[in-house]
């Protein structure tokens, strides 16, 4: 399938950093080998002194795993790009320098900040509406601000140069297959959705369990933690996407709407000793792997306290959802992966007398990359039919061929800012986790441990 790219200049600042090398290439480099970037211009700035042979060793080398899956046509694209490509060296946060080369570049342009948050910002103050060519788009990263008044703060800015659908703030977390397959799974079974409420479900739980350590991350993940890191944009996210009132279509500004909505009824409620946990890993080991204590780790300040392990629950003030307890996970260095999110129903109100064996509830589990589903019920035998034994059916959910940034950058160059935070969105997530970081400021919740390789402090698995 090809996309229809209203974007005929893609400029990525930052073009000497992690993100752009190790992410954003090579998504952009899946998506030209399948024909989504026809007529596009690939540029890249930096404060860096790079040469052009760089810039262009810099493409061969993200651009080699999509070439050598590319056929013929992918090819003649990845090339053409690659010879179509400029560097430029400058300081995009001084005076009228990122503007003169805005004046170079053929619009309407994308510019993707991958760029230290702080700089995006200074970069974009020193921005006015005339220098951006018609129809700029502005791809901001994560984190976006750092609570509710910074974040309100960064969306005054961007609001004076271009209009909201204009601004993508990038949550890759949730590509687009997962997204369409959360809402197909909700809205096209009529069998779930009468039951998708608090009279049938106990309780919803969105863990995103990592097995990888801090590997080598600190200078930005000891500043941020894994709440701000994971559960303030994409766990929330995810919980929006399970909870939201059927929408009319799956176009952005009903999906948006929706989530909107969700996410402003939805709060974190004191006491915070109650209703959120925190841990830090100390050493262990993962698969054989010794992992050192994360205080140890080269760059970790360990007075600042960052959790690597984080667990909140929030409630959503509404008619479907009041009571429902939506927990929400995340942390690093544990014993495995887990990303799912599991659905747990109520028990039936009575079960026939003359069943035996163990009535669990039934959960239903939606597993992100690879997407899945499985659905836990209880059945009859085998051998005794009064005795209750448990199923599971499985399905494999649709995936894309497309990389995580190759469906933020497909979203980017067509126009479709549907996977892309909304600004009122962005602060309300800020908003609902805000009150959590001032208590765990305060120390009002322990900062428990656990070791790395465990699944977690005593008492916390779920
Ligand atoms: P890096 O520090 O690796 O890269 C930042 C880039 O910005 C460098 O190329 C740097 O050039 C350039 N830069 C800094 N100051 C200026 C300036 N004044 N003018 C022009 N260029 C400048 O950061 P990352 O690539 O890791 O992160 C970029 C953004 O992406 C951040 O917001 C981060 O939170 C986000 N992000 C990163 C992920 C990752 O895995 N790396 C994942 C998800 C989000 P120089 O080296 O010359 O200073």
């Given at each position: 399938m090809t996309s229809q790219t209203t974007i005929k200049t893609l400029l990525i600042l930052g073009a000497s950093g992690d993100l752009t090398g190790r992410l954003l290439l090579p998504g952009l480099a899946r998506l030209a080998a399948r024909g989504h970037t026809p007529g596009l211009t690939l540029v890249g700035a930096g404060s860096d002194d790079w040469t052009q042979e760089q810039w262009l060793e810099r493409l061969e080398t993200s651009f080699a795993d999509a070439n050598s899956q590319a056929d013929s046509s992918g090819k003649r694209e990845l090339k053409r790009i690659h010879k179509g490509t400029g560097y430029h060296q400058l300081d995009v946060t001084a005076a009228g320098q990122l503007a003169g080369l805005l004046a170079t570049l053929k619009g309407p342009v994308a510019v993707y900040f991958?760029?230290?948050?702080?700089?995006?910002?200074?970069?974009?103050?020193?921005?006015?509406?005339?220098?951006?060519?018609?129809?700029?788009?502005?791809?901001?990263?994560?984190?976006?601000?750092?609570?509710?008044?910074?974040?309100?703060?960064?969306n005054k800015i961007l609001a004076a140069l271009v209009p909201e659908d204009h601004i993508h703030r990038v949550d890759h977390f949730l590509g687009k297959a997962t997204v369409l397959n959360i809402l197909g799974l909700r809205f096209a079974n009529n069998f779930l959705e009468p039951v998708w409420n608090r009279d049938h479900i106990a309780k919803v739980e969105i863990i995103f369990d990592e097995d990888l350590a801090l590997e080598g991350r600190a200078r930005y993940y000891d500043g941020a933690g894994a709440l701000r890191d994971m559960i303030q944009s994409h766990l929330l996210q995810v919980m929006a996407l399970m909870a939201i009132e059927p929408p009319a279509s799956v176009d952005e500004r009903d999906l948006r709407d929706a989530v909107a909505t969700l996410l402003r009824a939805s709060s974190i409620k004191a006491p915070y000793a109650k209703n959120t946990r925190r841990a830090r890993y100390a050493a262990g080991t993962i698969d054989g792997r010794k992992v050192p204590d994360y205080a140890q780790e080269t760059g970790v300040d360990a007075a600042r306290g960052t959790e690597t392990l984080a667990e909140v629950q929030v409630s959503i003030d509404n008619w479907r959802w009041q009571g429902v307890?939506?927990?929400?996970?995340?942390?690093?260095?544990?014993?495995?992966?887990?990303?799912?999110?599991?659905?747990?129903?109520?028990?039936?109100?009575?079960?026939?007398?003359?069943?035996?064996?163990v009535d669990s509830p039934n959960q239903l589990r939606i597993g992100f990359g690879p997407d899945t589903l499985q659905f836990d019920v209880d059945v009859n035998g085998p051998g005794d039919v009064l005795s209750l034994d448990r199923a599971t059916l499985h399905a494999e959910l649709s995936a894309s061929e497309l990389l995580p940034y190759g469906e933020v950058l497909e979203g980017v160059l067509s126009g479709?800012?549907?996977?892309?935070?909304?600004?009122?969105?962005?602060?309300?997530?800020?908003?609902?986790?805000?009150?959590?970081?001032?208590?765990?400021?305060?120390?009002?919740?322990?900062?428990?441990?656990?070791?790395?390789?465990?699944?977690?402090?005593?008492?916390?698995?779920?």
């Amino acid at each position: 399938m090809t996309s229809q790219t209203t974007i005929k200049t893609l400029l990525i600042l930052g073009a000497s950093g992690d993100l752009t090398g190790r992410l954003l290439l090579p998504g952009l480099a899946r998506l030209a080998a399948r024909g989504h970037t026809p007529g596009l211009t690939l540029v890249g700035a930096g404060s860096d002194d790079w040469t052009q042979e760089q810039w262009l060793e810099r493409l061969e080398t993200s651009f080699a795993d999509a070439n050598s899956q590319a056929d013929s046509s992918g090819k003649r694209e990845l090339k053409r790009i690659h010879k179509g490509t400029g560097y430029h060296q400058l300081d995009v946060t001084a005076a009228g320098q990122l503007a003169g080369l805005l004046a170079t570049l053929k619009g309407p342009v994308a510019v993707y900040f991958a760029l230290p948050p702080k700089i995006s910002q200074l970069a974009c103050e020193a921005l006015t509406p005339e220098q951006l060519p018609a129809g700029t788009r502005l791809v901001m990263e994560k984190p976006f601000g750092s609570n509710e008044e910074s974040a309100r703060h960064l969306n005054k800015i961007l609001a004076a140069l271009v209009p909201e659908d204009h601004i993508h703030r990038v949550d890759h977390f949730l590509g687009k297959a997962t997204v369409l397959n959360i809402l197909g799974l909700r809205f096209a079974n009529n069998f779930l959705e009468p039951v998708w409420n608090r009279d049938h479900i106990a309780k919803v739980e969105i863990i995103f369990d990592e097995d990888l350590a801090l590997e080598g991350r600190a200078r930005y993940y000891d500043g941020a933690g894994a709440l701000r890191d994971m559960i303030q944009s994409h766990l929330l996210q995810v919980m929006a996407l399970m909870a939201i009132e059927p929408p009319a279509s799956v176009d952005e500004r009903d999906l948006r709407d929706a989530v909107a909505t969700l996410l402003r009824a939805s709060s974190i409620k004191a006491p915070y000793a109650k209703n959120t946990r925190r841990a830090r890993y100390a050493a262990g080991t993962i698969d054989g792997r010794k992992v050192p204590d994360y205080a140890q780790e080269t760059g970790v300040d360990a007075a600042r306290g960052t959790e690597t392990l984080a667990e909140v629950q929030v409630s959503i003030d509404n008619w479907r959802w009041q009571g429902v307890p939506f927990l929400l996970r995340s942390g690093k260095a544990l014993s495995s992966a887990r990303k799912e999110a599991v659905v747990t129903f109520r028990p039936p109100p009575h079960l026939p007398q003359g069943f035996t064996g163990v009535d669990s509830p039934n959960q239903l589990r939606i597993g992100f990359g690879p997407d899945t589903l499985q659905f836990d019920v209880d059945v009859n035998g085998p051998g005794d039919v009064l005795s209750l034994d448990r199923a599971t059916l499985h399905a494999e959910l649709s995936a894309s061929e497309l990389l995580p940034y190759g469906e933020v950058l497909e979203g980017v160059l067509s126009g479709d800012p549907l996977l892309s935070v909304r600004g009122d969105t962005a602060e309300d997530c800020w908003r609902i986790i805000d009150p959590v970081l001032k208590a765990w400021a305060r120390d009002s919740v322990p900062l428990e441990e656990y070791a790395a390789g465990s699944p977690g402090p005593e008492g916390w698995a779920t």
